[in-house]
């Protein structure tokens, strides 16, 4: 039996076509949803790699001298926008956001979650597959997988565009301003509604505190923030909340004014 040989390409439409088998299975079997998303972030970050080896072989790895691990769904980003000059743009960005989110999610922790807001999640990153497959590998990602799995795939897509344009209507009846809606953590929407203390994704239902930085005074999402002590004169300590830019701009050795105690 000869040996199984897949290049890069052919080894992400692998997951692809194992992603929308899952993705079908899961209609019946909710269980599923996280075997589809798995495979199917698996198949962007093959695209990504696949995109950097056509610039030139030796992107994809991590160290170009050592050339033995290969590089991560973000640096394979990062590496496209900065050494291939690949437009990616905020949008792009949110969904390789969402995916390494997701991929986390599903290996490092439990793993329970609706299918309202599973579905959404599929359905935007199958969405930037198919938009980086046309735009960066002159490649329809429909010719790569079977019929009848890539109309099921549609449907479910569709389905999340459905959520994504009630919650629309939702923004409209409630008043929502626009500048009260983020980008949902979860599902990965421009949903999630922050004013009135809402704090919910109108997608996916995700609800998440939202909290102050004290030193910016801008807010974040809870995941977000670092708690940290702040010395206040000689003797008085004041525990306070930081942003990650915040938290990242102290030298925690040296500054004098906050420090964090799991540092120490």
Known sequence: MPDLNLNLIQNSHSFVNEALAKAVQAEKDPRQWQFAIFALVQAIELALKERLRQEHPVFIFKSVDERRH?????????RLKELAKV???ETDMSAIRTAIEWRN???HYEFEFSTEALKPVFAKLLGF??????????????????????????SIAEYGS???????????????????????????????????????????????????CNDCQEFFFRDDMHKVIKLVGRDREVET?????????HQWYEDEQFYDPDMY
């Open 241 to 249: 909340l930081l942003c990650s830019r915040c938290y990242e701009k």
């Open 105 to 107: 999610l599903i290996v």
């Open 129 to 154: 597959l198919v938009d980086f497959h046309k735009s960066n590998l002159d490649l329809s990602l429909a010719d790569h997988v079977s019929t009848a799995s890539w109309d099921e795939a549609v």
């Open 162 to 212: 459905e959520l994504f344009d009630r919650a629309q209507i939702r923004f409209e009846t409630e008043k929502i301003d626009l500048k009260n809606i983020w980008s949902c953590p979860r599902c990965g929407s421009d949903a999630f509604v922050i004013q009135d203390n809402i704090n919910t994704c109108y997608v996916c239902n995700f609800q998440d505190e939202i909290l102050e």
């Open 70 to 78: 290969t590089v991560s769904l973000e640096q394979a980003a990062k």
């Open 87 to 89: 437009s990616i743009t």
